[in-house]
């Protein structure tokens, strides 16, 4: 059994706007002018990045997305990361931004320079929790 057409079309419009707001969120990091990269909260895989942010990287944008970054973490980053994972960012709906002052890193396929590196938890029209970083030089 189908469902009705009225059915079928309010499940098209839903996902339609699912996809057009996470379009949306994408097209806004990949033309901010600060650098900036928005990844899946709990993977860490590169969803978009600015201009920037691929400039600072040395990175053409396909090189990266839809891979992990996981391994390109500072000591700093990683540090933050086991000290979020006891802390509120993953009991809270929406933590506190989370400021990680980071040294500077360079791995043969990707940069990442000494600043202050800001998280901030979003979701995807889709309930998924992704991560908004963006970098205080």
């Known amino acids: 059994m189908f469902p009705s ?6 499940a098209l419009s839903v996902l339609q706007r699912t996809a057009t707001a996470g379009a949306a969120l994408k097209r806004l990091v990949e033309t901010s002018n600060t650098a900036t990269h928005l990844i899946d909260d709990a993977s860490h895989v590169c969803l978009a990045f600015s201009v920037s942010r691929g400039n600072e990287w040395r990175r ?9 970054l996981w391994a390109y973490a500072s000591d700093e980053i990683q540090l933050a990361e086991a000290t979020m994972a006891q802390g509120a960012w993953w009991n809270e709906f929406l933590p506190a931004p989370v400021v990680i002052k980071t040294s500077a890193t360079s791995h043969r396929e990707m940069m990442i320079k000494q600043g202050e590196l800001i998280y901030e938890r979003m979701y995807l029209a889709d309930g998924t929790p992704v991560r908004l970083c963006t970098s205080r030089y």
Not at 5 to 10: N, P, S
Not at 60 to 68: I, N, V
């Open 5 to 10: 057409k009225a059915v079928q079309h309010e």
């Open 60 to 68: 053409d944008p396909s090189a990266l997305l839809g891979r992990q």
